[in-house]
C-alpha cells in the first residue's frame, strides 16, 4: 500500500510542477472563428487590449501567454465574447483544450490557435 501512495505522490508532484511552467506573454493572439451554419472558419489576429469582430461576435483579448522558450506551445489567452451587449464568454481559453473552457453559441466557435509574437 506505502509503494501506491508514493507513486500517486509522484504523479501529483509532477503534475504540480508542470502546472508552475514559466510562461511568457505576447502580444497577441491568433484565434479561429467557425459558422457551424455554413461551415466556413476565418483566422482572426487580435493584439492584447483590442477589439475584433466574427459575425456579430465581439472579441476583446486582454492577454496571450504561452511556455517561455516555445511560442507554438500551449497557448493560453484571456478573452471575452459578447453578441449584442451580451457576455457570452469571459475567461481563460486553452489552445490545447478548447472543449474546456469553450463559448457557448448556438452558431459560432471561437477558439484559440497559438500567440501571436509580432
Known sequence: ????????????????????????????????????VNGQTQDIEISAGSVASFGPLVIELAACRFPVGNPSGDAFAQMSISEDGQRLFSGWMVASAPALSAMDHPRYDIWVMRCATS
Open 1 to 36: 500500500m506505502s509503494v501506491v501512495r508514493a507513486l500517486v505522490f509522484l504523479v501529483l508532484a509532477a503534475q504540480g510542477a508542470a502546472a508552475q511552467q514559466a510562461v511568457s506573454a505576447a502580444p497577441g493572439a491568433v484565434l479561429r472563428g467557425l459558422d457551424k
